[in-house]
């Protein structure tokens, strides 16, 4: 296949940083290859942003992100295969969806990479779809991407395309091949295939939409009549990480005093040599760099104390009963007396709620503070994302 000729590489190199921002989402963190022995990934604490992007393309760096929006919205899908008879399902798929409109990308693993044989098979939008639709609409058309892993739908990071892989021993530029094979071996070439191989949005069908559960219609505001239809789990954790610190599941190994933060083992997996998690008091989270995963202060006690999510969850839910204190009357038939019916597990929260000042998106931010400075968050519409405000703050003062 004949190479496209590359013009003004600068101005190239803008667009497709511009795009990759696209492509990475609005979550608060990030991800950056580390390249050393016992770490493949650090946090990188802050919104992926353009410089983030212009380091990824230009092998200064290699950054990875979980390519989703608060909105479940979605620029890009990525498949991943880990292994040979994998990867020949992605070949097999980027042939078919080729004749059927789409222009996917194929990133093979490098020779260095843990997973030699695998790689990624890579979809970019010329516009925002609907994640849930998009992968529907894929699988419709190619059935073997049946029981593979795809973003964005994990709950972790992946590596961004047109990367280096970076390893303790080597460096390597990752390639892009295309359903007739071989179309980008360098970053220049990389930047403008990321450009020009975009699938237009409209390919993607309207499903309706999946009838909500009970429990998620229920998550916000939860009524009952006794004591024993409870709130649904997503209000038992935030109950038990509110009055619970990750400090006393998470013992300090490794102290950062300029970071606020420190390192502590993995005890569950039996880890006793170099600490892998580092535990973030503030925000009552760690970041467990043997999986990549961040954990909250109930995840983290159910690894420690080698406990189900259900099963923690319910001696959970019999603590914040003892917690409301002295045993009641029983309940006269027909549950409580509408005076004392509650409507939410957690009416400070509800009123806080009402409070809220009204947010300058077009959706709402994220319903949580900011994890790399634990601020509020702001709209950016040259980005068509939400950011941290106390970053946006710094960027201006440095800036003046």
Not at 111 to 122: D, E, F, N, Y
Not at 151 to 156: E, G, K, L, S, T
């Amino acid at each position: 296949m004949k190479k496209q000729e590359i013009k003004n590489p600068a101005a190239l190199l803008e667009e497709a940083a511009a795009l990759l921002v696209e492509i990475a989402g609005d979550e608060p963190l990030h991800i950056e290859m580390a390249g050393i022995p016992g770490m493949k990934y650090a946090p990188v604490r802050h919104c992926f942003a353009l410089e983030d992007a212009r380091l990824h393309l230009s092998g200064k760096s290699t950054r990875g992100a979980r390519i989703r929006r608060q909105d479940g919205q979605t620029r890009a899908i990525c498949v991943d295969a880990d292994n040979p008879e994998e990867w020949s399902r992605l070949e097999i798929a980027c042939q078919v969806l080729y004749y059927r409109g789409y222009r996917c990308l194929l990133e093979p693993a490098p020779s260095c990479s843990l997973h030699p044989g695998g790689g990624h098979l890579w979809v970019i939008y010329d516009g925002l779809v609907d994640a849930r639709s998009a992968w529907k609409h894929l699988c419709e058309l190619a059935p073997v991407f049946d029981g593979l892993e795809y973003w964005p739908a994990r709950a972790q990071n992946v590596r961004l395309p047109a990367g280096v892989y970076r390893t303790p021993a080597a460096n390597e530029q990752c390639l892009l091949y295309d359903a007739l094979g071989l179309v980008a071996s360098n970053r220049k070439e990389a930047a403008q295939i990321l450009l020009t191989y975009q699938t237009p949005a409209a390919i993607v069908p309207n499903y309706p939409a999946e009838p909500e559960s009970k429990q998620a219609s229920t998550r916000r505001e939860v009524k009952f009549a006794n004591l024993a239809n409870l709130s649904p789990e997503s209000d038992l954790i935030a109950w038990f990480n509110s009055t619970h610190s990750i400090t006393d599941y998470l013992q300090a190994e490794i102290e950062h005093p300029g970071r606020g933060t420190y390192m502590a083992r993995g005890t569950w997996r039996g880890e006793r040599g170099r600490p892998s998690v580092e535990v973030h008091p503030e925000t009552n989270t760690a970041y467990d760099y043997g999986t990549r995963e961040r954990l909250d202060c109930f995840e983290a006690a159910c690894l420690v104390e080698n406990k189900s999510k259900k099963e923690l969850a319910a001696e959970v839910r019999e603590a914040w009963l003892a917690s409301r204190g002295p045993s009641r009357q029983p309940e006269p038939e027909g549950g409580l007396p509408v005076e004392e019916k509650p409507t939410t597990l957690f009416p400070v929260q509800k009123e806080q709620e009402a409070t809220k000042a009204p947010y300058d998106g077009p959706y709402p931010p994220p319903d949580r503070l900011s994890l790399c400075c634990s601020a509020g968050w702001q709209w950016v519409a040259s980005e068509q994302a939400y950011r941290c405000a106390e970053c946006i703050r710094k960027q201006g003062s440095h800036a003046a």
